[in-house]
């Protein structure tokens, strides 16, 4: 692993050189194979699944090694490297500051904390959030991890996701119960993302925080699987108050689209 930005320049550069263009998109290409497998992979299985031959990926890999983006393991598969910690942290934190207006709006209109979510890993992770003007209000720390089965923007983000790849999550995480109205049980959980795809939108009823209530869509097109929620006292954010505030939600989403989409902020 390089000890400087030089050496790292310098591995960049060598890469450059033998493929261009091409060899940084296919760089890239393998990063995301490796993240939507769970982090670690052979060579093997990045080369049935890329198509590209073994001794491009290994050449690859070896750049990527190089730079700190990848890093090898004794058992020789291959799992992220730490350099990519500090781009995904830095990458959060501009997400959050281009969501941040939308979530405003979203307080304006709804009168309730506005959050945005992420799924990292088998995790949600907050990014953003911009609190209810409220004196009794919801608060959630961004950065806070939490499982996605007792959450609305847990839901609203795994509800496209094939059931089996929602199964083996759920096997990792478990489903521990954080109310008494929490689901615990995988095919609770995939009636109600059924229930999501039905609808539109995800709700999270006292299944995190007993007397709070989340309504919830995934952001549309996101680059990253995201989400954006409301959440409030279940005595305010009642189910006859939801016909209104989930337009709200859905057009804030697609705003929100745009923006991350074009990578513009006010786009």
């Not at 493929?19 to 939507?36: H, I, K, Y």
């Not at 839901?155 to 199964?167: C, F, G, I, N, Q």
């Not at 954080?178 to 095919?187: G, L, Q």
């Not at 929620?229 to 209104?244: D, H, K, Q």
């Given at each position: 692993m390089p000890t400087s930005s030089a050496s790292t320049t310098d591995a960049a550069k060598s890469s450059a050189t033998g493929g261009g263009v091409q060899s940084l998109e296919r760089a890239?290409?393998?990063?995301?194979?490796?993240?939507?497998?769970?982090?670690?992979?052979?060579?093997?299985?990045?080369?049935?699944?890329?198509?590209?031959?073994?001794?491009t990926i290994h050449r690859l890999?070896?750049?990527?090694?190089?730079?700190?983006?990848?890093?090898?393991?004794?058992?020789?598969?291959?799992?992220?490297?730490?350099?990519?910690?500090?781009?995904g942290e830095s990458s959060s934190r501009l997400l959050g500051t281009w969501?941040?207006?939308?979530?405003?709006?979203?307080?304006?209109?709804?009168?309730?904390?506005?959050?945005?979510?992420?799924?990292?890993g088998d995790e949600i992770v907050y990014v953003a959030q911009v609190p209810s003007k409220h004196s009794m209000r919801m608060f959630t720390e961004v950065g806070r991890r939490v499982l996605p089965h007792s959450t609305g923007v847990g839901k609203a983000l795994l509800a496209h996701a094939p059931a089996d790849e929602v199964r083996a999550l759920l096997a990792r995480t478990g489903m521990p119960a954080a109310t008494e109205k929490t689901i615990t049980t995988p095919d609770g959980f995939?009636?109600?993302?059924?229930?999501?795809?039905?609808?539109?939108?995800?709700?999270?009823?006292?299944?995190?925080?007993i007397g709070v209530r989340c309504l919830a869509v995934p952001v549309p097109d996101s680059p990253t699987a995201a989400a954006i929620s409301i959440s409030g006292p279940a005595g305010r954010v009642?189910?006859?108050v939801t016909e209104r505030i989930v337009p709200v939600l859905q057009q804030v989403a697609a705003e929100l689209s745009d923006v991350l989409t074009n990578a513009t902020p006010g786009a």
């Amino acid at each position: 692993m390089p000890t400087s930005s030089a050496s790292t320049t310098d591995a960049a550069k060598s890469s450059a050189t033998g493929g261009g263009v091409q060899s940084l998109e296919r760089a890239f290409d393998l990063l995301e194979r490796m993240a939507d497998a769970g982090g670690e992979v052979g060579l093997s299985e990045l080369s049935a699944s890329s198509g590209l031959p073994l001794p491009t990926i290994h050449r690859l890999m070896r750049t990527l090694v190089a730079c700190g983006y990848v890093r090898q393991q004794p058992n020789r598969r291959y799992a992220l490297g730490p350099r990519l910690i500090r781009l995904g942290e830095s990458s959060s934190r501009l997400l959050g500051t281009w969501a941040r207006p939308y979530l405003a709006r979203l307080v304006e209109e709804t009168g309730e904390t506005a959050n945005m979510a992420l799924l990292d890993g088998d995790e949600i992770v907050y990014v953003a959030q911009v609190p209810s003007k409220h004196s009794m209000r919801m608060f959630t720390e961004v950065g806070r991890r939490v499982l996605p089965h007792s959450t609305g923007v847990g839901k609203a983000l795994l509800a496209h996701a094939p059931a089996d790849e929602v199964r083996a999550l759920l096997a990792r995480t478990g489903m521990p119960a954080a109310t008494e109205k929490t689901i615990t049980t995988p095919d609770g959980f995939l009636a109600a993302l059924e229930e999501v795809r039905s609808l539109g939108y995800a709700v999270d009823d006292n299944e995190q925080e007993i007397g709070v209530r989340c309504l919830a869509v995934p952001v549309p097109d996101s680059p990253t699987a995201a989400a954006i929620s409301i959440s409030g006292p279940a005595g305010r954010v009642t189910e006859s108050v939801t016909e209104r505030i989930v337009p709200v939600l859905q057009q804030v989403a697609a705003e929100l689209s745009d923006v991350l989409t074009n990578a513009t902020p006010g786009a």
